[in-house]
């Protein structure tokens, strides 16, 4: 549903089967922002992997990522680690594109926004 609602907003998404993936994706192809769940998997925190090689690397790291967690208590531990925006689930899918739109309005504004999103 995430993907349909930021589609008929405009945004071309593109997803990966994880945070390796997702960091490989980015990669071969510019975006804007980068949607992540913390967990992937049962216990995995594969989201918190995936900020971290995105802020490493020197051709991602100004790339907006944002976080998706059920855990309304770490959200100032996600923000601290360098999260851009962080969602507490459940989330409303239509809120989203907005959200993107104003957190890349801090640059220059792109459109059509391009998302790239790891599940």
């Known amino acids: 549903m995430l993907r349909t609602a930021l589609e008929l907003a405009g945004a071309r998404v593109s997803e990966a089967d994880g945070a390796r993936r997702a960091v490989e994706v980015a990669g071969l192809t510019p975006c804007d922002v980068v949607i992540t769940d913390i967990t992937m998997g049962h216990t995995?925190?594969?989201?918190?992997?995936?900020?971290?090689?995105?802020?490493?690397?020197?051709?991602?790291?100004k790339i907006p990522v944002v976080a998706v967690t059920g855990c309304r208590e770490l959200r100032s531990d996600l923000i601290a680690r360098g999260f851009d925006r962080v969602l507490i689930k459940p989330i409303d899918v239509l809120d989203v594109p907005q959200t993107i739109v104003t957190l890349l309005r801090g640059s220059d504004p792109v459109d059509p926004v391009d998302v790239r999103?790891?599940?």
């Open 44 to 61: 995995r925190r594969d989201g918190l992997w995936l900020l971290d090689r995105f802020r490493a690397s020197a051709a991602l790291t």
């Open 117 to 119: 999103r790891a599940a």
